[in-house]
């Protein structure tokens, strides 16, 4: 997946470069952050699952192979797929 590009305008690189010394550095930095703090949260929540299932007998030795294990189950969804499904009628 590309994350889409954003262009500042000269006035949001400019209030950002007022307490920024270097702004793609905090994008990569914020950007980085995110994943780590997501990926903690989709192992702490699907471990316990896995641990729980009878038919998996073993788990992966890497995160990246768990993340895979995890996302090809049938039992998992995205975010999107779990808001649709709580999501009120539209009227």
């Known amino acids: 997946m590309n994350i889409k590009s954003r262009t500042l305008t000269t006035i949001e690189e400019q209030v ?7 702004i793609q550095a905090w994008v990569d930095g914020a950007v980085n952050g995110k994943i780590n703090n997501c990926k903690t949260r989709m192992l702490r929540e699907w471990q316990p699952k896995l641990l729980a299932d009878p038919a998996v007998t073993s788990l992966p030795a890497t995160e990246e192979e768990l993340i895979a294990l995890i996302v090809a189950r049938d039992d998992y969804k995205s975010r999107t797929e779990r808001d649709a499904e709580t999501a009120p009628p539209s009227a």
Do not use: T, V
């Not at 950002?16 to 270097?22: A, F, I, K, T, V």
């Open 16 to 22: 950002l470069s007022n307490s920024l010394p270097d």
